[in-house]
C-alpha cells in the first residue's frame, strides 16, 4: 500500500513533467507508478491531466504558445501510452454510446483524446471522429451509429462557433439527440445559449456530466414509459 506522501509526489512529478514538457521525466514516473502499484487511472487523472489543464491554462495567458503545447502533449502521450496499459475498466452505473470529435478547422484534440479515454475506462462505447471534423461527418456518423450522447470540442473562438452550426443541424436530425460541448474558450453560458444540453470546464468534469446527463435522460423515459 502506497503511503500518501508518496502518492502526492508520484503525482506531482507526473503533473510538473507535462508542463515542462519532460518526457523522460514523464516515462520515468510513470514507470515508477506502475512498480509501485499505483492505481493508473489515478496516475493519468490526478498526475498527467493537472499537468496539461495547466498547460491549457499558461496557453490562454500566452505564457505557452502552439510549440510549447505540442511537446507538452508529446509528454503527456508517452505517459499515457504506459499507465492505459495497466486501467482497470469500472462499471459508473450507467453505459452507452458516444460520438465524440473537434469541429472542422481545429486540429487541437489533446482534450478530446482525454475525455474519450475516460470514456473508454468507463465502459462506454466510444466512436472517435478525431479533429477538423466536418459538420456532414457529424450528421452521417450519427444517422448511422445512433449514439447515446454526441461531445464536441473546440479549443479557439473562431472554431467554436462551429459547433453551433452542429448542433441545429444534430437537432434538426433528432430534437432528442444529447450534445455536451466542451474546450477551452466555450462557457456554460454559451453552451445553453446554441442549444447544448450538456457542459464541463475542463476534461476531468465531463464524465460526471455526461453520467448525469444520460441517467436524468433514463430517468425521464422510463416515467413517460410507466405514466
Known sequence: MLCSQKEKELLNRLREAVISFDEEAVVETAKECIEVGMDATRAIFEGLVPGIEEVGRLYEEEIYFIPEMLLCADALYRG??????????????????????????????????????????SSFEVYDLGRDVPLETFIREYRRLKP????????????????????????????????????????????????????????????????????????????????
Open 80 to 121: 499515457l501510452a504506459l499507465l492505459r496499459e495497466h486501467v482497470v475498466k469500472k462499471d459508473v452505473g450507467v453505459r452507452g454510446r458516444v460520438l465524440i470529435g473537434v469541429v472542422e478547422g481545429d486540429i487541437h484534440d489533446i482534450g478530446k483524446n482525454i475525455v474519450k479515454m475516460m470514456f473508454e475506462v
Open 148 to 227: 447515446d450522447l454526441v461531445c464536441l470540442s473546440a479549443m479557439m473562438t473562431t472554431t467554436m462557433l462551429k459547433m453551433k452550426s452542429v448542433i441545429a443541424r444534430l437537432k434538426e436530425e433528432n430534437p432528442q439527440v444529447r450534445i455536451m460541448v466542451g474546450g477551452a474558450p466555450v462557457t456554460e453560458h454559451v453552451a445553453a445559449r446554441w442549444g447544448a444540453d450538456g457542459y464541463a470546464p475542463n476534461a476531468s468534469r465531463v464524465l460526471k456530466a455526461a453520467i448525469d446527463l444520460l441517467v436524468a435522460v433514463r430517468n425521464h423515459l422510463a416515467g413517460c414509459t410507466a405514466g
